[in-house]
Every structure is written in C-alpha cells, then in structure tokens.
C-alpha cells in the first residue's frame, strides 16, 4: 500500500498545504468548465432545462468511486486510511433539505460560489456573504442547535455495510444507475426544450 | 434559439449576450473533476470540500473580535485548537484554490465579466438579496449536514458513505421540491 | 464490433463506464488484515532492546514536557479510565492497526503487562510503522518502578540518592514510595487520575491532554 501517500508519511504538512491548494485550482477550473460558475446554469437543474448539474455530479462521483475501487483492488490504496464524515443521519436529512432550499434561492452551493465570484458574479459574492453570515449566526445559536446538529448519530457507515450487499455490486449498481440517469436526462431535456420551443418542431 | 447539441445552453432571450466559449461537455467536466477528488484521496487521504473552509474562516474572525468567546463556543472551537493558525487549514488553501482554478477558466474562456445571474422577471435587488438568504440558508444546511455538495454528495458520495446518501437525496429533494416557488427569480 | 464506432462520444463513455462498473462487481477493497514481518529485523530489534522504553524514561519525557511523542494506552475504556498514564490515549488494541496512529510517528505502546504491548508492536512493525515501542512490562512495572518505588535494604549512598529522586518522581504521578514486600502482597491503591501533584506538571500544548493533534478532516 503505498496511499493515502500523505498518511503513510510521503510528505508533512505544510506539503499537504500546497497539495490542498493545487487540487483546489483542478476543482475550481473544472467547476467553470462545466459553467457552475452561473447561477442559471446550476438551477437548471432544478427546472429540468439543463441537468448538467446532474451529469457533473454523478461523472465525478462515478469516476472517482471506480478509480478507488480499482486501486483499492490493486492494493495501491489504502481504503481504511480514507476520511469519511460519521452518519448523523437526522440532522444530514434537515441539512440536505436546507441545502437544497438555499440552492434554488441562492443559486449556488458553497463551492460553485467561489467560482462564480471568481468570474464576476456579484450576486456569488452576496451568496458567499450569506454564507459566511449564516455560519456565524449557526455559531451563534449553537447551544440551541446542538440537539438537532447531533441528532441520528450513528457513526461511520457505509452503504455496503448498512445494506449487506457486497462492495463491487454497489458500485456496478451506482454505475447502472448513473449511466441509465444520464439516458434518462437527455430525454427530459429534449422533451423540456421541445415544449419551451414549439415552433422550432 | 440556437438548437440544443451536445448539450450546450443556448442563450437566454433578452440577457446580456456574451462573447463566451461554450461549456465543457458536462461528462467530460466530470470526469476532470473526478479525477482531481480521486488525486485528494490518493495524495492526502480525504476528499474536497468547501464549507469547512468558511468555518475556519469565521471561526478565525471571531477570535480576532473575542478570543475567549470563539474558543468555547463549541462549534468554533474545533477549528481553534492548539498552536496552529485557523487558516492554516487544508480547506481554506484547498478553496483558495478553487477561486484561482475557477478564475484561470474563465479566462481562457472569456467568461469573466462583472455581472448578476438572474431571469428577466426579478430586479437586481431582489435578486442579491435572495442571493445572500440562500447562502445563509445553505449555512445552517451544511452546518448540519457535515458538508455541502462537494464535501457530502461528491465526496461521500463517491465512497459510498451512508450519511452523504442521505444528504445527497435530501438536497435534491429540497430544492425540487421549493423550485416552483421561487421560479420568478429564474426565468 | 463496428457498432462501438456508431456510438456517439458520450454514448462510447457511458460504455466504458457500464465496462468498468460490470469488472468492479468482483473487486475486493478490504485492506488487507495481512503483515509483512521481517524477521531478523523485528528479533534483532528486540534484541539490542530497540524495541522499548522503560517505565523511569518515560516518567523522565513526561516530566520534561516532550511533545514528539505519543503515548498509546492499548487496553478498553473502562480500564483507560480508571487509571492512565498521564498523557496517554486510549487506542484499544483491536483498533490498534486501523489508522489512527500514523506509520512514521514516535508511538510508546502499553498495556497492563508486556504481553499485548509487544503484539501490537509486532503487528504495527509489520504494517511499516518506524518508530514505534512498547513500554517493558507495562503498567506493572509503571506501578512498581515510578508510582511506587521500593524502599532500598540498606543502601548505598548512591542508592538512597536515587531513590530519593525516585520518591519525587512518584510523587509527581500521584503515588508514594513503599516498603519493600514480599511477591503476593497487597497492591497499592492507585492515585485517583485527578490527584494533584507536588509539582506543578509540565505545561502540555493545548489538546494534548490525553487526545492527539486534532486534524481536521470534514468538509
């Protein structure tokens, strides 16, 4: 096993830094590339228009879950040495909620903000002041939030765990799943700018 | 309107036209970005986030204010222990990043120019002022979720976390399910 | 095959994606639960007694304050406690190889004898970890040689001047000299983990009571 290279002692913290920053710029330039850094873009999503968000997300995660499957499988890497955030089930089922509301109004997610103030938007900027705004007044009030923000505790799980099915079938499923998702938004999409142009038929 | 091929967004009627490369082919955006998560975990062990850097960041900010305060609040606290300086987090270098990769885009793209992405029927104003309650929302989410789409969908996600899932649904299911009330804002 | 070069760019990708996902259906990503131990390496470590560190030189690092170290207690939570050597944190000795300890830190191991102590330290040698040790003879022989030092039968000069010092030690831990007793003797009680010491302990960076530099890993 030679990775995580970082947690089997290749380079110390500082490194660690700069790698962070380096694999910022690949995230944020691929982000652009892919026009998250526009707030209608994103929201297409949500109004079945455009569903990039959709194919992005579902590539990325595709890519980097067979990558990992496949050098996990090699025994390049390490998989116990991976960070992965504990379930808190309860209080992710509120947050994604939230999350999702703050995506339509907002009109980004954190990340896509960045992008999007870094190419000009103003309104990424005011969505990145929101942000920092909400954070503090999560900060603020966390004594009375503390309850929820624990709420589903579970520790760490994993889907193969918690649905006793074999890794690799998972994955084979996720891919199934992603592929036939990705006919099935060409589709909606096709149909959705049929109806905005009727005319054009 | 230009005919939809290879999924390239046509212009909107009536916004400002831009001079702009299309974009990437959304698969091939995401592979790019998929193999940059992949390279995190196979380099440092963890995979790409973003909220957590603005968690540093206020936590470090209110430190300056009331360092007393920031250390016990139990939320900031975390990202103030020890010796080592909030910022110097593997977040905060990670979106500094982000900022620059996205800024590096746009340029070769020709996609940086001042502006406010909003549909024909909503003002300026509102649609700052929307802009910045749905950050604040989306605080109190990822707040709560451990996590916002990069962190939790991409990340978890791609690891087969049970929480990120969880959330993952949860985002899309929120934001479809409110997207008819705020469809003014957009089109 | 010419119907792969029919298919349009995106189709050929999500063909290449169903490939990849149908051969991950056999992938087995456990990591693996097997150590490579060289042996001559591992015994000759033991040997020129490499592989520990005594109950007086960690009561000694302890003392001094040093922080390039970690202290690993490997027995359960309910043991850990009741009494742990201060500074130490509990990793139970199941846990021991999962990943919080990293390869190429300075790890002192213990447990209440020797035993456990030197398995984990075979395992974790196994695993590539480079400076790890076990403390000889565990928590017994912390008991008898820094929380308990024996009164010496007639000493020498030299002798008492040591076990003077091994007195201000001992009281340092919280505990106290003892006579000299038979093997079969009644155990003294241990200090109470919050005893206050004569001395003022070493000031420990923040965190460091007991817990490991906290690294941020979330989002």
Redesign the interface.
Known sequence: MS?????LGAFGDEA????????????????????F?????L?????LT?L?VF???????????L??TY?SWAGF?DLS?????????I?????????????????????T????????????L???????????????A??L??G??TAGAIG???????LGIP?GI??FG?VLMAVSG?VGASWV??KM?AKA?PA?E | ?A??TQ?V?PE?AGEKARVAQP?????L????????????????????????A??????WL?SLVAPGYARS????G??L???THPL????V??????????????LL?G?????????PRVSVGT?????????????????????????????????????????????????????FL??R??? | MRWISKLS??QK?GALALALGSLAVFANVAPGHTVTVDAREILTGVERQEDHVTPGELAAWIIEGRTDYRLVDIRDEKAFAEYHVPTAENVPLATVADGALGRTERIVLYGDGGIHAAQAWMVLKGRGYTHVYTLREGLDAWKDEVLFPAVPQNPTPEQQARFERSVQVAKFFGGQPRAAAAPGSVPMALPTQVAAPAVAPPTL???AGGGP??K????
């Open positions: 990775a995580p290279f970082y947690k660690s830094l700069v790698v962070a920053f380096l694999i910022g710029i690949g995230f944020g330039f691929f982000l652009e590339r892919a026009g850094g526009s707030a209608k873009k929201v297409s999503q949500f109004y455009d990039a194919k992005v997300m579902f590539t990325a995660i595709v890519t980097a879950m990558g990992v050098l890497l040495l991976v960070y992965l955030v504990p379930t808190y089930w209080a992710q089922v509120v947050g994604g909620l939230l999350l999702g509301v703050g995506f339509v109004v907002g009109g980004y997610c954190p990340g903000s960045i992008a999007a103030t870094a190419t000009g938007k103003l309104d990424g005011l969505f990145v002041l929101g942000f920092a705004a909400g954070t503090l007044g999560f900060a603020l966390f004594p939030v503390k929820l923000y760490t799980k994993t889907l193969p765990q918690v890794y998972l994955v996720v990705f999409e096709k700018a142009a054009t | 309107m005919s939809v999924d967004v909107a974009y990437m082919n959304p698969y955006a995401g592979i790019g970005l998929g193999l940059v998560l992949l390279a995190a975990f196979v380099l440092v062990g963890r995979g790409l986030g973003a909220s957590g603005f968690n540093s960041t206020i936590a209110v609040n139990e939320f900031l975390n990202y222990e020890g010796d110097k987090a593997w977040l270098f990670e979106v500094a990043g982000v900022f620059v990769g996205a800024l590096l885009s746009g793209a996609r940086v120019a001042g502006s406010v992405e909003k549909g649609r700052l002022a929307f802009a910045f309650v749905g950050g604040s929302l989306m605080a109190l989410g990822a707040a709560l979720g451990r996590g916002c789409t990069s962190g939790q969908a991409l990340t978890g996600g791609s690891l087969l976390n049970l929480g990120s899932w969880v959330f993952m649904m949860c985002v899309f299911g929120g934001a479809y399910a409110v997207a705020f469809r804002q957009w089109r | 760019f995106n990708l960076p923040a965190g530099k906290k941020r890993e979330g989002c």
